[in-house]
């Protein structure tokens, strides 16, 4: 990106970004240290450690091992018995009640997602009851572009400032969601009706903000200043698509626009793995319990999870949420493992694998000193049906505690845990543009 | 069974010959676990089940069990009952989700308890083979939400060609929905909640009498509708309302009361309000699936739900349910592990797939349990059942092997 670009980047974030990052950041409510003792710690970068500590202070992780040092003030918490490893990393989600992009056309990456989502949505109380403890918000898939995404650290807050996850410029991070394949086309105005049309749409918007890319262009575009970001690779590109022939096209598309790119979902991303390997792109993948429910995932496998990992792809799995419930992560990881995908491939793919894929893997994604205090507590192995989720940790907060029992109703569901089915908009959505379709 | 075993007597003399040649009849295998689950009485350690000629005819410790000759004797971990999904529309509602393979809801008129199930389930649908591997040898099917009375279920076996070699009972409840979900829109009838049971009352009411011939002799027209309705007030099967809210339980409870008819609660995310009354009623509830999605009239519904029902006495099953999008449909095995992990353990879960299914489905005395006479159905798992990461290794349906490769 030029000088010049920046500077409009920075103008563009200055109500969002710039400005906040002047803002002294609050004061940590964590200042006095938390030690869990006698724990199995899983730190996902290394092996498991049985009877082992972990501090964490001010928000950090800062000892870790069966010999850390406890320091005398600490908080001394018993974990015996219980297994600690990192928070989840969902990269695909739509809690939040988001939404992105409207009707009136079929690219629109100057819509941002963070302008939509409910802080207070009660599905993000949920998500922290699930362990979930970074989240990729999105868009939905009803348009070739639908906005840019967000990416949100559960702490304990309900707005989108304190929620954010910055960039070092303080700028608010997240993606762009795009999507290929059916769920695109319709007969709306504007939208695609073929797979072609599709691509075609997607390569004239990317060649049509080259010009402006280049500074050729005066007047500030929000549109294309978000295709700029994306050309220029500071935004990742979020591709939903399930056909392999699809995928195909989106690493075709990769490969012309020179973008940044994570797959969505690849419901048959299993058959095209070695393509994929070989691209070096990674895969944000969503395991089933079924096949069908629309053409696209008549295909799906709980074995694919498992033949990306054999190829050597970077996989994460995803909860898609509402299509999965946040709170089932580790369940699908389980079947993921039922399908053929190692045990610690598939733990890696719900925590590191993930921060990996967002950029955040300096902060999040393992148990290491100087990381983000993001854990969860867990009474058992993680991958066990049996086992229940005790306490989630976000930068050295406890966000959620199933020994509250107002707490605990968001880990089951029951009465108040939803919002009058708002946070089912996405979903909704993608019914009834798929009706519309047939 | 009979049903099929007259389709299967019908094959032609080239079939039966073939069969005479076989060293042991197609429909003999035993089973070996080192739990069997029977689901009556205390598990088996290293416990034996022998299936002849479809129908168990021995179970008992491994050390005690004689083996006919040449038999083959398949092995597993544990060894429960073939499943049984309560209640589904798979089979009606193919997983593709096109028009062309939605027969789970006919949208014409709001009460057509005449659509029988026999003549829309397609026993090859991918989605019956889909969970006949995750163990589910017995399907409750039929019509699905949307309307006041969407039409009849049956029970199948997820094994057969044909739906006469599948079926066990062609009728078995007819399908009512109360709630928001089987509103019509715009001026259509039923558009409240009180026009649904005021619509339902009457349906009844008008099918109580048998019909007259117009002309006061000769014989009467018949009426479909009517006849199916007959057989719930006749008592000769159930009523399965889908009630979602505890309002609408309570309706249905009511109705109940009124015309005095067997009745089973479908759905029921609210159960947990209502037990005195559930209870008092003496209604069983085929539970939603756990994971169905907590929105709109599932608001309230919990993980929790099946234990509650549990500790309040209230026989319940699982069911696959309806989904209108992906996954196209739940599977009962993860769904009630979703309730065993939430308190209702191992053998409460396994119960509510099994024996306690084969009770509110009226199928008792022929599956559920593994018991000598009845049918030999049987899942084999390597691991605790519902443990995700494990795997079903085996399923067979009275005697034949239908699956084997681990799922």
């Not at chain 1, 200042?31 to 501090?55: C, E, H, K, Q, W």
């Not at chain 1, 300096?362 to 867990?378: H, N, Q, R």
């Not at chain 2, 205390?42 to 491994?62: F, H, K, L, N």
């Not at chain 2, 027209?221 to 009630?243: D, I, K, S």
């Given at each position: 990106?030029?000088?010049?670009?920046?500077?409009?980047?920075?103008?563009?974030?200055?109500?969002?970004?710039?400005?906040?990052?002047?803002?002294?950041?609050?004061?940590?409510?964590?200042?006095?240290?938390?030690?869990?003792?006698?724990?199995?710690?899983?730190?996902?970068?290394?092996?498991?450690?049985?009877?082992?500590?972990?501090?964490?202070?001010?928000?950090?992780?800062?000892?870790?091992?069966?010999?850390?040092?406890?320091?005398?003030?600490?908080?001394i918490r018993d974990a015996q018995g219980k297994v600690i490893m990192p928070g989840i990393v969902d990269t695909h989600s739509h809690i939040g009640q988001v939404s992105g992009a409207d009707r009136s056309a079929p690219i629109q990456p100057e819509v941002r997602a963070m302008d939509s989502i409910n802080p207070r949505d009660s599905s993000i109380d949920k998500a922290r009851a699930g362990g979930v403890t970074t989240v990729n918000v999105m868009p939905g898939s009803g348009h070739l572009m639908s906005g840019q995404t967000f990416y949100m650290k559960l702490r304990e807050a309900d707005t989108i400032d304190a929620l954010a996850v910055r960039g070092e410029d303080g700028r608010m991070l997240g993606g762009m969601k795009m999507a290929n394949g059916t769920n695109p086309i319709g007969e709306t105005p504007g939208f695609p009706g073929t797979r072609a049309k599709s691509a075609a749409l997607v390569r004239q918007a990317f060649?049509?903000?080259?010009?402006?890319?280049?500074?050729?262009?005066?007047?500030?575009?929000?549109?294309?200043?978000?295709?700029?970001?994306?050309?220029?690779?500071e935004r990742l590109v979020h591709f939903h698509t399930h056909?392999?022939?699809?995928?195909?096209?989106?690493?075709?598309?990769?490969?012309?626009?020179?973008?940044?790119?994570?797959?969505?979902?690849?419901?048959?991303?299993?058959?095209?793995?070695?393509?994929?390997?070989?691209?070096?792109?990674?895969?944000?993948?969503?395991?089933?319990?079924?096949?069908?429910?629309?053409?696209?995932?008549?295909?799906?496998r709980i074995?694919?999870?498992a033949d990306l990992e054999r190829a050597g792809v970077l996989v994460s799995l995803h909860s898609d949420d509402p299509i999965i419930d946040s709170r089932m992560m580790l369940r699908q990881a389980g079947l993921a493992v039922r399908g053929g995908m190692s045990r610690e491939g598939a733990l890696r793919a719900l925590t590191l694998n993930g921060a990996m894929q967002l950029g955040m893997e300096?902060?999040?994604?393992?148990?290491?000193?100087?990381?983000?205090?993001?854990?969860?507590?867990?009474d058992g192995d993680p991958l066990s049906t049996f086992t229940l989720l005790q306490e989630t940790w976000?930068?050295?907060?406890?966000?959620?505690?199933?020994?509250?029992?107002?707490?605990?109703?968001f880990a089951t569901g029951g009465a108040g845990t939803t919002s009058q089915g708002r946070s089912m908009h996405h979903l909704e959505f993608e019914a009834a543009a798929m009706e519309s379709d047939q | 069974m009979s049903l099929r075993m007259k389709a299967i007597g019908a094959l032609s003399a080239a079939t039966a010959i073939f069969a005479l040649a076989a060293p042991a009849l197609a429909q003999d295998v035993a089973v070996r676990g080192e739990i069997v689950y029977t689901m009556a009485g205390?598990?088996?350690?290293?416990?034996?089940?022998?299936?002849?000629?479809?129908?168990?005819?021995?179970?008992?410790?491994?050390s005690d069990t004689a083996l006919p000759d040449g038999i083959r004797v398949m092995t597993a971990r544990v060894v429960t009952p073939g499943l049984i999904d309560a209640h589904s529309t798979v089979g009606l509602a193919g997983y593709l989700n096109q028009p062309g393979d939605q027969d789970q809801l006919e949208s014409s008129s709001p009460i057509q308890p005449e659509l029988r199930a026999i003549d829309a389930y397609n026993p090859n649908e991918r989605l019956v083979e889909w969970v006949r591997g995750l163990g589910v040898t017995t399907l409750h099917t039929g019509h699905g939400p949307g309307a006041l009375v969407s039409g009849q279920t049956m029970v199948v076996k997820t094994h057969g060609e044909t739906v006469a070699q599948a079926v066990e009972r062609p009728l078995a409840m007819i399908a009512a929905n109360l709630g928001t979900g089987a509103l019509e829109s715009e001026s259509k009838a039923p558009g409240t909640r009180s026009k649904q049971m005021a619509m339902l009352r009457g349906a009844l009411i008008a099918a109580a009498s048998p019909e007259k011939p117009d002309d006061g002799d000769g014989p009467?027209?018949?009426?479909?509708?009517?006849?199916?309705?007959?057989?719930?007030?006749?008592?000769?099967?159930?009523?399965?309302?889908?009630?979602?809210?505890a309002q609408d339980i309570l309706s249905a409870l009511r109705l109940k009361e009124e015309f005095g008819i067997d009745m089973v609660i479908d759905g029921a995310a609210d159960a947990y309000m209502v037990l005195d009354e559930l209870r008092e009623a003496g209604v069983p509830v085929i539970l939603h699936p756990p994971r169905a999605r907590q929105y709109g009239e599932l608001e309230n519904a919990s993980f929790t739900t099946a234990s509650t029902l549990s500790e309040a006495g209230i026989p319940f099953a699982f069911q696959s349910g309806y989904e209108g999008y992906v996954p196209k449909t739940r599977v009962v095995l993860w769904e009630a592990g979703v309730a065993a992990a939430n308190g209702l353990g191992t053998q409460g879960a396994l119960a509510s797939i099994t024996s306690d299914a084969a009770r509110i489905i009226g199928m008792e005395d022929e599956i559920g349990t593994l018991e000598v006479g009845k049918h030999g159905d049987i899942a084999m798992f390597d691991s605790d059942p519902f443990e995700i990461t494990g795997h079903v290794t085996g399923v067979v349906i009275e005697g034949v092997v239908v699956s084997e490769n681990p799922r």
């Open positions: 990106m030029k000088l010049g670009q920046f500077a409009r980047g920075c103008a563009l974030a200055a109500f969002a970004g710039c400005a906040l990052a002047t803002i002294p950041a609050p004061l940590f409510a964590q200042d006095r240290p938390v030690a869990f003792t006698g724990a199995t710690i899983m730190p996902i970068s290394g092996p498991a450690l049985d009877d082992a500590t972990i501090v964490i202070q001010n928000g950090i992780i800062t000892a870790i091992g069966k010999d850390a040092v406890i320091p005398e003030d600490a908080e060649i049509g903000a080259q010009p402006y890319c280049d500074g050729r262009e005066e007047t500030r575009d929000l549109a294309k200043e978000a295709l700029c970001e994306v050309m220029a690779g056909r392999a022939d699809d995928i195909m096209t989106a690493l075709r598309l990769r490969e012309e626009f020179g973008f940044d790119l994570l797959l969505q979902h690849g419901v048959e991303s299993g058959d095209v793995a070695a393509r994929i390997a070989a691209a070096g792109v990674p895969v944000s993948h969503i395991v089933l319990d079924s096949p069908g429910g629309k053409l696209e995932a008549m295909n799906s074995s694919s999870a300096d902060s999040i994604g393992s148990l290491e000193v100087g990381k983000d205090a993001d854990l969860i507590v867990l976000v930068e050295g907060d406890l966000v959620f505690d199933r020994s509250d029992p107002e707490q605990a109703e | 205390e598990a088996i350690s290293d416990g034996m089940v022998v299936i002849e000629d479809g129908i168990i005819t021995a179970v008992g410790p491994t009467a027209t018949r009426n479909l509708q009517h006849e199916a309705l007959r057989e719930v007030l006749n008592g000769n099967v159930p009523l399965m309302v889908t009630a979602w809210r």
